[in-house]
């Protein structure tokens, strides 16, 4: 099914649940804590983060691409499903990415999913965990064309596991702890699958 057509098919089967209470949550208290919530997880100037990116630096677009893809797969792919089991677009995304890295479909084609992406993560916006998982999967997706959505998808990726394995009532101070955990793991996966020595290293400005 085209991508336009699952996103008719997503917002028709959605419409009708927006208004239901989720989680133990009554309509307005539940929108009350949501707005409170961080779309992303992190700062630039964390020594975690600091450590990554001075990584992502040494790595082609190439490798971080395989890498941002691969970790949102496993990672936040899952919380994204959860929410939204009868939603295939992001695995057709990640997907989309692999068949690119392995020469078997054009970077403009990705690029153009990658933007109809963007558009369909807005209609998560009523799960955080699953909303976050989604940005975080398209910003990965993206990586391959801009190098600097690694930082992002990070941020996302943080956000989409701490509000998942936390629910939406926990203190600011326990969604940073998680957010560090996942930073490690990410970081520690990137470490598995760089190259050494690579010969076609990203430039890239994080602070522009």
């Known amino acids: 099914m085209a991508i336009r057509a699952q996103h008719a098919l997503w917002l028709e089967t959605r419409c009708s649940a927006l208004g239901r209470s989720t989680r133990g949550f009554c309509r307005k208290e539940r929108d009350d804590f949501m707005a409170k919530l961080r779309k992303m997880l992190g700062r630039a ?43 295939y677009w992001p695995k057709e995304l990640l997907e989309a990415v692999r068949s ?16 109809n992406g963007r558009t369909l993560a807005r209609g998560a916006a009523d799960e955080p965990a699953a909303a976050a998982a989604a940005q975080a999967i398209v910003t990965a997706c993206g990586v391959l064309q801009t190098p600097t ?14 509000y998942d394995e936390l629910g939406l ?38 602070y522009c």
Not at 100 to 115: D, H, N, P, T, Y
């Open 45 to 87: 100037d964390d020594p975690q983060i600091l450590t990554l990116m001075h990584l992502l630096e040494t790595q082609s677009r190439r490798t971080l691409a395989g890498w941002a893809a691969d970790c949102a797969k496993r990672r936040y792919l899952p919380i994204f499903e959860r929410a939204f089991p009868d939603e």
């Open 149 to 162: 959505n690694a930082l992002g998808f990070v941020f996302y990726g943080a956000a989409a596991a701490a």
């Open 169 to 206: 009532r926990a203190a600011q101070a326990e969604y940073d702890v998680r957010a560090a955990l996942e930073f490690d793991a990410l970081t520690e996966y990137l470490r598995q699958v760089m190259v050494a020595d690579e010969p076609d290293p990203i430039q890239v400005n994080w």
């Open 100 to 115: 690119c890295l392995a020469g078997e479909l054009a970077v403009s084609e990705v690029k153009r999913l990658v933007k």
